[in-house]
């Protein structure tokens, strides 16, 4: 074997063994988050057998302790479930990628609102124009059924258009 065939095999190899953890690292990523996931489902379990016991047995202190630690068990399983699915993944992408979230001149024909969850808006808000195109490209969530994502100045908004009902509210999207 010559010379430049040996180095180009080792090259090679060490290319291989560099490329290898960057494409098992999502794999490995997603076990994690699903084993922790499943470990925050049998502390709820667990957190609930805790406060059926005190209901049983404890006092109202015992009680109250319980549900503090059952609402914590809650929380953290929503936060994680949260992280997973990437409720805040655009996050991370913006700060990468500026350009594409850029402010840019965007106007609206109307003053600008502070919307919250639950609140139902008029359809021109939400009108077919300032429907976000492509969601996935801005790391959104994934919508459901009649609901899209609506640029309201520097906010996004998920819509069910059918009803008119504000789903969700991510505050200053664009910058």
């Known amino acids: 074997m010559n010379r430049i065939t040996g180095s180009r095999i080792i090259t090679g190899l060490l ?7 960057a494409v098992a ?18 502390d709820i379990r667990e ?15 015992d009680i109250r302790r319980e549900r503090g630690d059952l609402r914590e068990a809650h929380r953290e399983y929503r936060e994680d479930l949260r ?14 990628d500026r350009a594409l979230y850029a402010r840019g001149n965007w106007r609206a024909p109307f003053r600008y ?9 008029a359809p ?8 976000i195109s492509d969601p996935y490209r801005y790391h959104l ?22 009803r008119g009902y504000v789903v969700d509210v991510i505050r200053g999207f664009y910058r």
């Open 15 to 21: 290319i291989a063994a560099a490329a290898v953890p």
């Open 47 to 61: 957190e609930r057998r805790d406060l059926d016991h005190a209901y049983r047995y404890g006092d109202r202190g």
């Open 141 to 162: 969530p994934q919508t459901a059924g009649y609901q899209r994502w609506v640029r309201h100045y520097d906010d996004v908004l998920l819509v069910d258009t059918r």
């Open 113 to 121: 609102n502070s919307f919250r969850p639950g609140v139902r808006i």
């Open 83 to 96: 992280g997973r699915y990437g409720r805040d993944d655009w996050r991370a992408y913006r700060d990468r």
């Open 124 to 131: 021109n808000y939400y009108g077919r124009g300032y429907w």
């Open 25 to 42: 690292l999502p794999t490995v990523a997603s076990a994690q988050s699903r084993e922790e996931l499943a470990r925050d489902r049998r």
